[in-house]
């Protein structure tokens, strides 16, 4: 019977992976970039600057300023829409990853990405299309294998020396690839800080559908994966579930990067599922909790960065990580937990 749910799960897996090579294309990528950026710029230099409202009559505001209000309205629930769906998923990964030991899997995924992408401008593919897709899709897929197959047997190397040998590898491969490009200082930025601009209601969409697949994949076999996570021992089968759970993960790594950047898509993963497991050992109470703590955080970010002009991904990860302060001074004040279920 396990074997027949991993088929399922791996069919699930390989559904997904068919719709984001369907759907995820630059069509979607780009459908809003420069519309934003602009819109973002108009607002705080005419709508928020009292010079100009002292010298226009009101009729003339009212004019001037609907429309611009509208896409601003538009732009921060495109923001929000998004960011809601991440968080449901990365918040439950990182619980899992928190609870493994294996805290820098995500970051090594992301780096592998990264790495990809940047792979792919160097023999010619443009940054944020399809088969700049599906070269970090590629670069994900040999690292789901490889955290999935290589486990140290000597107690004195823990996973993480593994896990943090690969990102080493991963990152340093990166900037030699990108020292040797035109634009490598750019588009290596770019994978650390992702891009605001990308987001756009169509990438909404697609996102936040391969999400609910891989969510629905995830709670169907939830006690499957939570009897790994929460079992020390070396149990039959668990390779092969240990490479799916990874390889959902890398999905969703290769979904956020390009957007949020490699260091947002940890903060995504890490912070909210952190204050989660900080409050409760409960699986749903955590998610919980870690979805509307990181939520807090991402709109507090999200308001900062559009009121002060100031980088996008930068500002929601340490909006973040004030919270995860703010949480962890809170947890220090109650009585320790008691154990719970899952």
């Not at 790495?115 to 897929?141: D, E, H, N, Q, R």
């Not at 939830?222 to 999905?251: A, C, M, N, P």
Request: with cysteine; charged share 10%; proline share 4%.
């Amino acid at each position: 019977m396990n074997v027949q749910h991993q088929k399922w799960f791996l069919t699930g897996i390989g559904a997904v992976i068919a719709l984001f090579a369907w759907l995820h294309t630059p069509a979607f990528a780009q459908g809003a970039g420069s519309d934003i950026d602009a819109l973002r710029n108009a607002a705080l230099s005419e709508i928020l600057t009292e010079n100009v409202i002292e010298k226009t009559t009101e009729s003339e505001i009212t004019q001037k300023q609907k429309p611009q209000i509208d896409g601003i309205t538009n732009f921060f629930a495109m923001q929000i829409c998004l960011l809601a769906v991440v968080l449901i998923l990365h918040t439950y990964t990182g619980m899992h990853i928190i609870r493994r030991g294996i805290i820098f899997c995500d970051l090594v995924l992301d780096q592998l990405a990264a790495l990809g992408i940047v792979a792919g401008i160097s023999i010619g593919i443009k940054y944020g299309t399809a088969p700049s897709y599906m070269m970090a899709m590629g670069a994900t897929f040999v690292g789901c294998i490889l955290l999935a197959v290589i486990k140290p047997r000597n107690k004195l190397i823990p996973h993480e020396a593994i896990i943090g040998i690969m990102y080493g590898m991963a990152l340093v491969a990166s900037l030699l690839l990108a020292d040797k490009l035109p634009t490598g200082g750019t588009d290596l930025k770019n994978t650390l800080v992702g891009s605001m601009s990308w987001v756009s209601w169509p990438l909404v969409g697609v996102t936040a559908g391969i999400y609910i697949i891989l969510l629905l994949l995830h709670y169907r076999f939830r006690s499957h994966i939570i009897k790994y996570t929460e079992s020390d021992s070396s149990v039959e089968g668990r390779t092969l579930w240990d490479f799916l759970f990874f390889l959902s993960q890398g999905i969703i790594t290769i979904l956020i990067v390009p957007v949020a950047g490699v260091l947002l898509a940890y903060g995504f993963l890490m912070i909210p599922a952190a204050i989660g497991v900080m409050f409760t050992r409960k699986w749903k109470e955590g998610l919980l909790i870690g979805w509307l703590s990181g939520m807090g955080g991402c709109i507090l970010g999200l308001f900062f960065s559009y009121r002060t002009d100031s980088p996008y991904g930068p500002s929601l990860l340490l909006a973040m990580g004030l919270v995860f302060l703010v949480a962890l001074f809170i947890r220090t004040l109650l009585p320790t937990a008691k154990g719970g279920g899952s």
